[in-house]
Nanobody, 126 residues
Framework: QARLVESGGGSVQAGGSLRLSCAASGLIYSSYCMGWFRQAPGKEREGLAAFYTGSRSPYYVASVKGRFTISHDNAKKTLYLQMNSLTPEDTAMYYC???????????????????WGQGTQVTVSS
């Protein structure tokens, strides 16, 4: 099972940017679907973006497309999420996840991912 460690969270003012990182280890398969999710207190987990390392294909939910950018450095085995134009509504714990398969049509539900990181907190103040 992959081990995932997120970093890069913090506090930022509205309109600011953050780049999250997810360092992966223990990856034994050649390709993975890797995703970013978040969960705010009292809310359900929300899928944000996914990246299939095999074809280097990104996927986004509509609500973050154009504002968030997912990328992957294969040599460093690190997944990134560049987040711009942040608002207080983006405040949440952010998690990365991995699954040794192509990204399914409903990747954003998170149910296909077997490995999860511990999360990194993002707080956006107005």
């Amino acid at each position: 099972q992959a081990r995932l460690v997120e970093s890069g969270g913090g506090s930022v003012q509205a309109g600011g940017s953050l780049r999250l990182s997810c360092a992966a280890s223990g990856l034994i398969y050649s390709s993975y679907c890797m995703g970013w999710f978040r969960q705010a207190p009292g809310k359900e987990r929300e899928g944000l973006a996914a990246f299939y390392t095999g074809s280097r294909s990104p996927y986004y939910v509509a609500s973050v497309k154009g504002r968030f950018t997912i990328s992957h450095d294969n040599a460093k085995k690190t997944l990134y999420l560049q987040m711009n134009s942040l608002t207080p509504e983006d405040t949440a714990m952010y998690y990365c996840a991995a699954d040794p398969d192509i990204c399914g049509r409903r990747w954003y539900l998170g149910t296909e991912f077997g490995s999860w990181g511990q999360g990194t907190q993002v707080t956006v103040s107005s």
